[in-house]
């Protein structure tokens, strides 16, 4: 009798607990994809970039310097993967927001205006970004954009 | 006699230490009444959005993230609130000073240029703050309004 | 023709985008049964304490002041909590590796060593952690503890 | 009719916002009295301090560097005043409790383990914290004990 009332407040209970949403989230097997396609990209057009990749939160998940990429690329690439995934839109957008006189942008968290940076999304949701730093801004974007490709139009 | 001397001067004592000014202060039952306005409103509206209240010192009284709002919200809910509190000003005009091209208020303390942050003031003095951040910026202050009135208007 | 390898090309890419890794994370839904349930452990031990949730970044998902709770404990709750997250196990554990002598873990990142924190894990996956903070430490524990047992043990 | 219901809901509005709760906050008036009585102590002591007095929220509410104090008791004077304001307790506590070894303690906000800080209670509320700096620990704290008197014991 007793049991049976446990196993009903058991079931109760993992029916609760699995009651939780999910959501997606990169792991590595498909980060390393998206390394080598935006590695690729960087050979094809001949640039050596630090390519960077952050979760939604800004949590640092993959970093590598570009062989001849300059010191400060470390920060940028950092910083425009942590714009797309803050505000789910390619740092682009957020140089173009300051160009337009939006100035008071640039007080915004993890708000950085400089292209190269863009949000991974799957199925309308944040679930990173991905950004290449130490070529031309519109070059950084094509190589982050490869790296994007990879993931989502294989 | 000296006793009735000592009783003078504990009297004064008394006296002086309750001689201190009173100020109004926000408790939790009337912070918790702010907040279920916000979220009805917010209800209303269809949206979905992190509150926030601060006190007058900027230390955060009450924060819950909105189901669907993006991380960044955790961190403008949080400073729109304080710019209203430490200014006693709406957190737009935060963002009017910087239009207006009086970009040098972006070096200002606490400091935030983005709607959806209102002063939480009672016979003119600044008792803290809330705000709403997740929604456009014109939504996110009337939710921050609605709780604001349920203080001032019940 | 052209179409069909289209849609083969297509359905390729949606298997490989679905082939990203699920994980529960905490909604507001349970945040406020979790919460609701640490507030009542509170009150039926009548004290007044600031009950805090993050998520496994630190990123803040809810945060209440107790009424007559001092002003340190929004930073004390806070902290409990991502130390709670961050190292998957009960804050009194960092107190209880300082007073062991490995006074090194002060130096850790978001290490904080006082009692309260605990971590929200379900299958073995940390979701985050809830902290409560205001009374002696083993009855901060004791109202974390409840709001935990409210979303295990419901 | 309308005016009479209008008056009404008026009241009602008054009623809520009167609602809040009252606490006693440190003036300027009193703050120069704890001051003099502090400056009058040193005086006596033939020693010259820093004297500062911050709010419950560890705000600086005034700060008066001594003559011939040195540059560091700025920063002394400001977290003993701190530390007594956000504990409640002398911050001659902080520097007992690292001494017992509880050394987990230096990792808490605004903790400050030095001898001179002491907290302002009236009613039993926190109001404060009032410190000097510069002379040996305890005579700093003689000093802060008699702007304190002066405020208590008038």
Redesign the interface.
Known sequence: MYRVLAAILLS??TA??N?????????LP?IKIMVSAAEAKAKELNVSVTICIV?????LLFLEKGETASLNTIQFAQRKARHAA???RPSKDGADTIKK????A?????FFPNQGGLPIK?DGK??GGISASGSKSEIDEAIAQSGLDA????
């Open positions: 109760a209970a609760f607990a009651d939780l949403p999910n959501k997606k989230y990169l792991d498909h979760d939604e939160s800004g949590n803050f505000y789910g006189g939006n100035t008071e640039m007080a915004f968290p993890e799957i944040i679930l993931l989502l139009k294989q």
